[in-house]
């Protein structure tokens, strides 16, 4: 009601989006993407002439709103049952509840508010969700209503909880997510940390619920997404959602990427404003390019990822996905490797739990020589997110750095640890070849080429020379060259 009640004071004339946002939302922190919620569920209720979009403008009421008509059209804005009705704030918003202490002694109380305020903060930094603002939670306390009640209360769809408890001089940490609309728990996880250890590590354990927060919110998003289809914008960030899922939630595989790009392609189209969509179909061709997984010319696909992850950062330079894709993109098809690695921390200046960023990192200080700075970094990873698909590439780099550094059975069993997360990841089976051959073990050596050879982009001598050279440094160039030998040695046919 209120957003309608906005757009009826305005008469007739268009309402920019920020002061919608300001004065819908007021004391919350809030994207631009709950607005499109809440009109997208305003017209399935009005219906979609009654509110008009101004591109690049507003919002009107396309409708002339008299006092004799004004409690007919209020009557309509609630004829969706409660259960079946978006929350006020949105499908993707949150309310994080302060934490409960049981058995923490009155010098850790301060514990409570630091991480929920922490976690707010960092949720808060995650593109499309909507987070309440850490004094409305506060106000809580230690005495918590029913989660649906809260959500109802708040107009949330999802409601996190948890409890610090110390066992001796362990500190536990669990954290639960109830859809608030169904009352049903969704998500849980708990870590335990030594309490002494608390002031050095707390920046990190709220990093690690943020982000593992962020991939059970999107995915749950984008399995509902479909309800809404009936408006082009909602139905646009469904698509997008679904394809983030595809992209990053998901073991990267030509399956996957092709599920991902229709998704993509159907979001753009559908919204061309839509900086997530951009960004997936960035990431999509990107990698359908960089590992050949499509007839189109390499560099002509890794030209379009480029051109893509520059719109979707120009149309929202906040979402840190946008500025990943971004520094694969320059990287791999300009060899702009400075520009690459910036792109990179300002992901980190955009959200500090984004894992991925330390990965690719390590990555490129590994390619800079800088072999125990690129070490560090994935343990960081890691450290953030220790289930996530993307630690495939984590799990390389450290193996890459094992051979480096000449620890060919570190590096094997790294390789190893990375094919048990995604058996398809070509790369994984280059570096445990090269580490197999290096330690006599031959027959494992020869079948790990067999297995390269299936994939497109590390097929060849040749092949994984055009891969690769571009994302090292000239100076440490002799890395890829020792790494080619000992495959040619293996068996790798030069082209």
């Known amino acids: 009601m209120r957003?309608?009640?906005?757009?009826?004071?305005?008469?007739?004339?268009?309402?920019?989006?920020?002061?919608?946002?300001?004065?819908?939302?007021?004391?919350?922190?809030?994207?631009?993407?709950?607005?499109?919620?809440?009109?997208?569920?305003?017209?399935?209720?009005?219906?979609?002439?009654?509110?008009?979009?101004?591109?690049?403008?507003?919002?009107?009421?396309?409708?002339?709103?008299?006092?004799?008509?004004?409690?007919?059209?209020?009557?309509?804005?609630?004829?969706?049952?409660?259960?079946?009705?978006?929350?006020?704030?949105?499908?993707?918003?949150?309310?994080?509840?302060p934490f409960v202490m049981r058995g923490l002694p009155e010098p850790l109380s301060f514990l409570s508010e630091s991480l929920t305020g922490a976690l707010i903060s960092e949720l808060s930094r995650q593109p499309g969700l909507v987070v309440v603002a850490l004094g409305t939670m506060l106000t809580f306390g230690q005495r918590h209503p029913p989660p649906q009640q809260l959500a109802r209360d708040l107009g949330v769809r999802y409601v996190v909880d948890g409890q610090l408890e110390q066992h001796g001089d362990m500190l536990h940490v669990g954290v639960q997510v109830v859809d608030g609309r169904r009352g049903t728990q969704t998500w849980a996880d708990e870590l335990t940390l030594p309490t002494h250890a608390w002031h050095a590590t707390a920046q990190g354990v709220a990093g690690r619920l943020a982000r593992a927060l962020r991939f059970e919110l999107n995915d749950l998003a984008s399995q509902e997404a479909a309800l809404a289809a009936s408006d082009a914008q909602v139905q646009a960030r469904a698509f997008a959602a679904q394809a983030w899922v595809q992209l990053?939630?998901?073991?990267?595989?030509?399956?996957?990427?092709?599920?991902?790009?229709?998704?993509?392609?159907?979001?753009?189209?559908?919204?061309?404003?839509?900086?997530?969509?951009?960004?997936?179909?960035?990431?999509?061709?990107?990698?359908?390019?960089?590992?050949?997984?499509?007839?189109?010319?390499?560099?002509?696909?890794?030209?379009r990822a480029l051109a893509e992850a520059e719109r979707a950062?120009?149309?929202?330079?906040?979402?840190?996905?946008?500025?990943?894709?971004?520094?694969?993109?320059?990287?791999?098809?300009?060899?702009?490797?400075?520009?690459?690695?910036?792109?990179?921390?300002?992901?980190?200046?955009?959200?500090?739990?984004?894992?991925?960023?330390?990965?690719?990192?390590?990555?490129?200080?590994?390619?800079?020589?800088?072999?125990?700075?690129?070490?560090?970094?994935?343990?960081?990873a890691f450290g953030l997110s220790p289930l996530e698909p993307l630690r495939v590439i984590w799990h390389f780099v450290r193996a890459e750095a094992h051979l480096t550094t000449g620890d060919p059975q570190a590096a094997l069993q790294e390789a190893q640890r990375g094919m048990a997360v995604n058996p398809s990841y070509g790369q994984l089976y280059m570096v445990g070849a090269v580490a197999a051959w290096r330690l006599g073990a031959l027959e494992q050596a020869h079948e790990w080429v067999i297995a390269l050879r299936q994939h497109p982009a590390f097929c060849s001598l040749q092949a994984v020379r055009v891969t690769l050279a571009r994302s090292f440094d000239p100076a440490c160039i002799g890395q890829l060259e020792q790494l080619l030998d000992t495959l040619g040695e293996a068996g790798l046919p030069q082209q």
Not at 53 to 72: F, H, I, N, S, W
């Open 3 to 97: 957003l309608l009640t906005v757009l009826a004071q305005a008469g007739g004339e268009v309402v920019p989006p920020d002061r919608l946002l300001e004065a819908v939302w007021p004391g919350l922190i809030v994207t631009p993407s709950s607005l499109y919620d809440a009109v997208a569920l305003l017209r399935k209720v009005l219906g979609a002439d009654h509110i008009a979009t101004v591109p690049r403008k507003g919002y009107r009421l396309a409708t002339a709103v008299t006092p004799e008509a004004a409690p007919a059209m209020a009557a309509r804005t609630s004829i969706l049952p409660a259960e079946a009705a978006e929350p006020r704030l949105g499908p993707r918003s949150v309310a994080v509840l």
């Open 248 to 303: 990053f939630a998901r073991a990267q595989t030509p399956d996957t990427n092709q599920r991902a790009t229709r998704l993509a392609r159907s979001a753009v189209a559908l919204a061309p404003e839509l900086s997530q969509g951009w960004m997936c179909l960035a990431y999509a061709d990107w990698r359908a390019g960089h590992y050949r997984w499509s007839d189109e010319p390499r560099d002509e696909q890794l030209a």
């Open 313 to 380: 950062v120009a149309i929202d330079p906040r979402d840190p996905d946008a500025h990943y894709v971004l520094s694969l993109a320059a990287r791999h098809f300009r060899g702009q490797r400075q520009r690459a690695d910036e792109a990179l921390r300002h992901c980190l200046r955009l959200s500090s739990s984004y894992a991925p960023a330390y990965g690719l990192l390590a990555q490129s200080l590994e390619r800079q020589g800088r072999h125990d700075e690129a070490r560090a970094h994935c343990d960081k």
